[in-house]
């Protein structure tokens, strides 16, 4: 009898459930985060331009590349971030939807899902692979083609059977450019997007399972548009006055007001379009002296000023140590984001660079609620 109640419950809830947001919260940058900044925290607001990073944090550092314009890529093996558990998820989901063909009655679907949302009760589980498929820069642009995929289950709701899947796909063409002023001490730079995105947002219950069976993520059902971004960066340099201190630490702020006024995909969209990238406000200080034949940064970033949430979210500190006089340009980084920590290296080999990380981030909206810890490597190769 208690069976027949609950399933009676189940079929009555209402089929809006259906397309209820999840609370899986959003990554910075939106789209081409970096596993050299996630290694010191997820810093990069006042990093010299070097690397392929610099168009996607603060594009105002466009202005610190050489004169030759260099190329990169991370193909074959795109770069990625995944939390430990993900592999075992991915064969138990795949078991799960063949468990579930096999059932015939609805107590069997039930208990079908009630297993396997108990099995992974606590969890939150990601993984997210980002392409730049290919990029030119100098210091005076930056052009990249990229793809940015991300898919997010949590397992976070005790009380009530239930997970929550938010996949995202986005692909598209940034480019960006960046000045500089009062003897270069200031940058200030611009970059303009045009992605296309695709999103299947859903909280999975019981009722789910029972009315549609997961059809509500065939191509079909996925939210789809077009959308132009703009981002715009400045970084300071601040004057030595003279002292041989300042002159050493060379201390430099940034800024950075990415998507501004939320970049929406009003194009081509289907079925009410994606969710709109929210627009963010970041600033940060940091160091950068050199010891001898040793290059350090040390930086302090404070993101999504502009949004509501606890302080410690929007904050990240990190370190990094270089030594470019070796023949495989070692690196070694540590640092907190979120009141997670990270720590992370990297290696070049030639024309190939090869970071890794291994971080944690925080997936609920207050201070150490639901922490989740992942690892991410990328080869990438600069000619």
Do not use: C
């Not at 498929?133 to 930056?142: D, G, P, T, V």
């Amino acid at each position: 009898m208690k069976k027949l109640i609950m399933i009676a419950v189940l079929v009555a809830l209402p089929l809006a459930a259906f397309a209820e947001v999840t609370h899986i919260p959003n990554t910075y940058p939106s789209i081409g985060r970096g596993i050299r900044p996630l290694g010191m925290g997820n810093t990069f607001l006042t990093m010299k331009g070097t690397d392929q990073n610099t168009l996607y944090y603060n594009p105002a550092a466009i202005r610190d590349y050489s004169n030759k314009v260099k190329w990169t890529t991370g193909m074959p093996v795109p770069p990625f971030e995944l939390s430990w558990s993900v592999i075992r998820l991915i064969r138990d989901v795949f078991n799960f939807k063949d468990d579930l063909r096999a059932q015939t009655t609805t107590s069997g679907k039930i208990n079908v899902f009630q297993t396997f949302v108990d099995k992974h009760i606590g969890e939150f589980n990601e993984l997210e692979v980002q392409t730049p498929l290919i990029a030119a820069y100098n210091r005076y642009f930056y052009a990249s083609l990229i793809t940015d995929n991300d898919i997010g289950i949590s397992f976070m709701n005790r009380a009530f059977p239930n997970f929550e899947i938010n996949a995202r796909s986005l692909a598209g063409l940034m480019l960006g450019s960046s000045w500089g002023f009062f003897d270069e001490r200031l940058e200030i730079g611009a970059a303009v997007k045009g992605l296309y995105s695709m999103q299947n947002n859903r909280v999975i219950t019981e009722s789910d399972i029972l009315q549609n069976n997961f059809d509500d993520f065939k191509w079909s059902n996925w939210q789809r548009g077009l959308g132009v971004g703009v981002d715009v960066g400045a970084k300071y340099m601040i004057h030595d006055f003279g002292s041989d201190i300042m002159d050493t630490l060379r201390p430099t702020i940034g800024f950075t007001y990415q998507d501004i006024g939320n970049t929406k995909f009003r194009w081509m969209k289907k079925n009410g379009g994606p969710a709109s990238l929210q627009q963010t406000i970041n600033a940060g200080v940091g160091i950068h002296p050199t010891f001898g034949m040793v290059e350090a940064s040390l930086m302090a970033d404070f993101r999504e000023i502009n949004v509501k949430k606890e302080f410690l979210l929007k904050t990240n500190f990190g370190a990094e140590v270089r030594f470019p006089w070796l023949a495989i340009q070692p690196a070694l980084r540590a640092g907190f984001s979120q009141g997670y920590p990270s720590v992370g290296g990297g290696l070049r080999l030639w024309k190939l660079h090869w970071n890794v990380a291994y971080y944690g981030r925080e997936m609920g909206m207050t201070t150490r609620e639901k922490g989740s810890y992942r690892i991410a490597n990328e080869f990438t190769w600069i000619f």
